[in-house]
């Protein structure tokens, strides 16, 4: 009887242990698509648009030097790493929902990660709670250079 109900116990610790990790894990990735997202920010979808990158990208750097606005794009890559590519204006950016205490993306090759990626060019490490959740802060600049 002692052994039935040391085994159950058992199994009700294990499955209370994965549903709290799984809780947890689910918690943080959604946590991960919205940083950056303050009380004061809004949501723009752009798809399929006819005008060039290079065109974007100069829209979105005038329009955050003349307003005074950080603009954050976040994608999925192909290998699930959630991908922030931002043009940061430094009274307006929301910098602690990174969890990181300083960003500088003046070199427009240089990112951050939740993960080694083992490039030089990665400035830091984003704490995540899971290892599994990967996120990339990176400038607009580099994530168009990539996208060409």
């Known amino acids: 009887m002692k052994k039935i109900v040391s085994g159950c116990l058992m199994v009700v610790t294990v499955l209370t242990y994965l549903m709290i990790i799984s809780f947890y894990q689910v918690k943080d990735y959604d946590q991960i698509v919205r940083m950056g997202q303050t009380k004061s920010s809004y949501q723009i979808y752009l798809k399929d648009s006819q005008i060039t990158p290079s065109d974007q990208l100069a829209f979105f750097k005038n329009l955050a030097k003349q307003d005074g606005v950080s603009i954050i794009l976040t994608t999925n890559s192909l290998n699930n790493v959630v991908e922030k590519s931002v043009i940061v204006n430094p009274h307006s950016f929301p910098q602690t929902s990174f969890r990181l205490k ?12 939740s993960y080694n990626t083992k490039k030089l060019t990665q400035k830091g490490t984003i704490p995540v709670f899971a290892k599994n959740n990967k996120v990339i802060l990176q400038s607009m600049d580099r994530y168009f250079q990539k996208s060409k």
Do not use: E, R, T
């Open 102 to 113: 300083q960003i500088d993306l003046a070199d427009k090759k240089s990112f951050y990660a």
